[in-house]
Each structure stands twice: as structure tokens, then as C-alpha cells.
């Protein structure tokens, strides 16, 4: 286990280092970066970070500019997406985790086809009734896979979830497992354009939990770079 006290007295890239050694190989670690300032994304980077996350277009659009010199970098949407702000979002990332709607999905698919790419996609489920988040409902996912299937130009790869707050252990590992299973039984429907090979699930509170669920993508922010000054 982690000595979380030592952890929060130490610099970002030896909290990196030492989260990644608990890591299997198969988890790809995506450093949340919103509100995190610029130098620290660079210490980010010098501990080996490649992989961060933005949840506002307009933030990683400044951002990406002053880390111009960074090449080998890639930036995932993770916060929820209007449809005013999807085409700059396909400009600036190369996955999306938080398509949320049918009518998104479709958006991004026209548009991605206008400028010729082809974003990496992950549907963002709600296992729970949950009115402050957006995302689908398992059911409404599986009704709208067959539409979803016409997206050619979107390479969803899996699915994403933000758990509700305050839960115990038990029942976060309950709702990653169930993540883990609807995402198995639309594998099984082989749709030949909606790919399940990969599930974006675990904050700083619960990735542990969502590793052991099969989490391929955990989305690390507070404890890599300490408490942000107000969630938004
Ligand atoms: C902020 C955020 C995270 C990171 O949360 P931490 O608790 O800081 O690790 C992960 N995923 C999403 C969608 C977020 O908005």
C-alpha cells in the first residue's frame, strides 16, 4: 500500500514514479491536469507522463500552446462536451471520454468526417440515477448502440464512468464490475464499429478498486498534484 501522508509531502514526480510502480503494465495512467499550472505539467512530463486530461476545451486549447515544444503528447477530453465546442474539441484531442449522447456522438461523427479525422471514443455510462451527471443509462446505451454503429468516423474504443459520490468501497468496486460487464456483453453483439477493448473508470479516491475491476484508463488528478483550489 501506498503511505498516503509521505506521498502528499512529496514533489509530483515522485508521486508519479511511486504510483506507477503499483501499476500492471495493461493501465494506462492519464494525469488530470485541469487547474494544474504549466511548470507542474512539465514535471509531469519529466516523470513520464505523455497522457493528460482536460475537462474544458478552452483550458487545454491555452495549454497545448505553451507545451507546443512537447511532441509526443496526448490529450484526453474527460469533463462533458457542448456541441458548440466539438469541433474545436476534435482539433485539440485525440480521445474524447465523455460522449455522453446519441445527438453528441452523431455531431462528432459529422464533423470528424469534415475535417477528416478519426477521434478515439469512449461512451461515458451513469450506472446509477444520478441527475448532476450527464451520460447514458446502461439501458439507453444498449438501445442506441445499433445508430452508434453508423459512426464510422468515431473509433469508440469502450466505455468511461465518473462514480457518484461518497460511496463505500464495496459499492464503487459493485459499479465498476457492472461497468466491466455491460461493456462484455456489448462486446458480444460484435458491432463491427464499436470496439470494447477499453474502460475508463477510477479517480484518486477508487482507482485501485477500478483496477481490479479491469480498468485499462484511470484518470489521476488530486493525488499526483494535490487538492485543487474549488471544484467547479
Ligand atoms: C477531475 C476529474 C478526474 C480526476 O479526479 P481526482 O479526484 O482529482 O483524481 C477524473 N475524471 C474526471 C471526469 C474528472 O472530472
Same mark, same amino acid.
Given at each position: ?19 506507477? %510502480? ?8 492519464? +494525469? ?14 519529466? +516523470? ?13 486549447? +491555452? ?29 485539440? /484531442? ?11 456522438? =452523431?455531431?462528432? @461523427?459529422?464533423?470528424? +468526417? ?12 451513469? $450506472?446509477?440515477?444520478? @441527475?448532476?451527471? /450527464? ?16 459512426? $464510422? =468516423? ?21 459499479? /465498476? ?10 462486446? %458480444? %453483439? ?15 479516491? @477508487?482507482?485501485?478498486?477500478?483496477? %481490479? ?11 499526483? /498534484? ?7
Amino acid at each position: 500500500m501506498l503511505d498516503q501522508q509521505a506521498l502528499s509531502q512529496s514533489s509530483c514526480g515522485d508521486r508519479i514514479a511511486k504510483i506507477r %510502480q503499483t501499476l500492471p503494465p495493461s493501465v494506462r495512467l492519464i +494525469a488530470v491536469t485541469k487547474q494544474v499550472p504549466i511548470a507542474t505539467m512539465r514535471e509531469a512530463y519529466a +516523470a513520464g507522463i505523455r497522457d493528460f486530461g482536460e475537462s474544458k476545451v478552452q483550458e487545454a486549447e +491555452a495549454k497545448q500552446q505553451e507545451l507546443k515544444d512537447l511532441p509526443d503528447l496526448t490529450w484526453h477530453l474527460i469533463g462533458h462536451l457542448q456541441s458548440n465546442k466539438a469541433r474545436k474539441a476534435l482539433e485539440l /484531442f485525440q480521445w474524447i471520454h465523455s460522449v455522453d449522447s446519441l445527438a453528441l456522438a =452523431q455531431r462528432l @461523427d459529422q464533423l470528424a +468526417a469534415s475535417i477528416d479525422h478519426s477521434p478515439q471514443i469512449c461512451l461515458q455510462v451513469k $450506472m446509477e440515477v444520478d @441527475d448532476t451527471k /450527464f451520460g447514458w443509462s446502461p439501458a439507453q446505451l444498449l438501445a442506441d448502440l445499433p445508430t452508434l454503429n453508423t459512426c $464510422m =468516423q468515431l473509433q469508440i474504443q469502450g466505455l468511461m464512468t465518473i462514480l457518484p459520490r461518497e460511496l463505500t468501497s464495496k459499492e464503487s468496486l459493485n459499479i /465498476f464490475q457492472n461497468l466491466h460487464t455491460l461493456s462484455v456483453s456489448i462486446a %458480444q %453483439q460484435n458491432l463491427p464499429y464499436i470496439k470494447m477493448v477499453h474502460l475508463s473508470m477510477g479517480m484518486s479516491e @477508487d482507482y485501485p478498486l477500478a483496477i %481490479q475491476a479491469g480498468a485499462t484508463m484511470i484518470r489521476l488528478g488530486r493525488i499526483l /498534484f494535490g487538492d485543487r483550489n474549488a471544484e467547479k
